[in-house]
């Protein structure tokens, strides 16, 4: 293994899947600005996901549809007969 490539800055972090408010803790080299209080009753760093295991539905096996940013609004404006 090559030494001096891989990042020495590892922090433990919070990511949380903002589709269903799940969140866990784990280290990663990730920047935010934003903070959130854990539950061992200490700060730290906030990384906000889209999806993560708890909400994908190849790992729930439900079909779930997540619209974070109207992109299924605007693709029916656009493609909607017109009358």
């Known amino acids: 293994m090559k030494q001096g490539i891989h990042p020495e800055n590892y922090r433990f972090v919070v990511f949380k899947d903002m589709s269903n408010g799940e ?44 619209d974070t940013a109207g992109r299924i609004d605007k693709f029916k404006k656009r493609y909607e007969k017109k009358k």
């Open 23 to 66: 969140a866990f803790l784990s280290k990663s080299t990730a920047h935010s600005k934003e903070t959130v209080l854990w539950e061992d009753g200490k700060e730290y760093p906030v990384i906000k996901l889209e999806i993560s295991n708890t909400s994908h539905p190849f790992y729930t096996g439900k079909n779930m549809l997540v």
